[in-house]
């Protein structure tokens, strides 16, 4: 199997984190933040969480300074849209998105899957495509009781130690998840271990997206 590298190997990269809820980044791509920061001195990020109330937009900030300790840049963005309303927020998302469009120029583009059965993930990814019409999109994955999980086509391999960090910054950071039956170590390691053996990963362990376009 041929892979697909981002630019030159080292690199710098900027990116583009796009999250409905405080932790779906997290979630989703926590992992190919942490390896593509290690990998990529001098990348920048910008992090944008769409809906929080006081206590998530603590645990959004806080996740996201550990996350990004390796970032040369970070910009922090915890926006207040009602958590399961984003449809009827359209418009107001659309203009914002569209402010974030003209301060960022991102290689990458991470953001929900167009295909999650979440209306609020949905319209973020939705409005992504709307917006960045000219970037590479990845769209993750995020567990959950709609069993909602598709056929990725892009694979991050990733190391142990950094799966380790990854759900250990997630449990020490959201506090206010760990009541759910879903948001546990188990969950996470699942994914990731199922996802390592479609890609044959080194360590086993891997995340996966969907790219619906990328130019080569």
């Not at 598709?150 to 998840?177: C, W, Y």
């Not at 479609?198 to 996966?208: D, F, Q, T």
Request: charged share 25%.
């Amino acid at each position: 199997m041929l892979t697909a590298r981002l630019g030159e190997a080292t690199e710098p990269l900027s990116i583009l984190c796009l999250g409905a809820h405080s932790d779906d980044i997290e979630i989703g791509c926590g992992g190919t933040i942490l390896r593509l920061l290690a990998e990529r001195p001098g990348s920048r990020v910008w992090w944008v969480v769409l809906s929080s109330n006081a206590e998530r937009e603590r645990e959004a900030r806080a996740s996201a300074e550990s996350f990004l300790c390796d970032a040369a840049e970070r910009q922090v963005i915890v926006k207040t849209f009602a958590e399961s309303y984003f449809p009827a927020d359209r418009v107001e998302i659309k203009m914002f998105f569209e402010e974030l469009k003209s301060s960022t120029r991102p290689d990458v583009v991470l953001t929900h899957h167009r295909h999650d059965e979440h209306q609020d993930h949905r319209t973020i990814a939705e409005l992504t495509w709307n917006t960045f019409r000219d970037h590479l999109i990845a769209e993750y994955e995020i567990p959950k009781y709609e069993g909602d999980l598709g056929h990725p086509n892009l694979f991050m391999p990733l190391s142990r130690a950094t799966v380790d960090r990854k759900i250990g910054l997630l449990m020490e950071h959201f506090a206010s998840q760990q009541s759910k039956r879903w948001f546990r170590p188990e969950t996470f390691q699942g994914m990731l271990a199922i996802r390592g053996v479609e890609c044959n990963a080194p360590e086993g362990m891997a995340e996966a997206f969907h790219v619906r376009k990328m130019v080569l």
